[in-house]
Nanobody
């Protein structure tokens, strides 16, 4: 079975930066798309950023200009560089990958203090 492993979460002060990493294992095929979602307590899970095999990207309006998604497709890896972090970015960040169906990582906590 495909598994996603995330890393890079942590505690950071407002204005700081974090880089999240995710790699998929269990398949020799490239994911058609990979990205990041986040979920804060009491809120719905929302798209943060996503990238297709062709390099097309989709960002949440709230993170445009601050976050950058990148992929290493041969490794089925995806990264999220998060700059100028705000307290409202605090959430569990989940890696998502699609290969016919969607796969989700366990999530990594990002906490931004004011």
């Amino acid at each position: 079975q495909v598994q996603l492993v995330e890393s890079g979460g942590g505690l950071v002060q407002a204005g700081g930066s974090l880089r999240l990493s995710c790699a998929a294992s269990g398949t020799i095929f490239k994911m058609t798309r990979m990205g990041w979602y986040r979920q804060a307590p009491g809120k719905q899970r929302e798209l943060v950023a996503e990238m297709t095999n062709s390099g097309s990207t989709d960002y949440a309006d709230s993170v445009k200009g601050r976050f950058t998604i990148s992929r290493d497709s041969p490794k089925n890896a995806v990264y999220l560089q998060m700059n100028s972090l705000k307290p409202e970015d605090t959430a569990v960040y989940y890696c998502k990958a699609v290969l016919g169906i969607s796969y989700w990582g366990q999530g990594t906590q990002v906490t931004v203090s004011s």
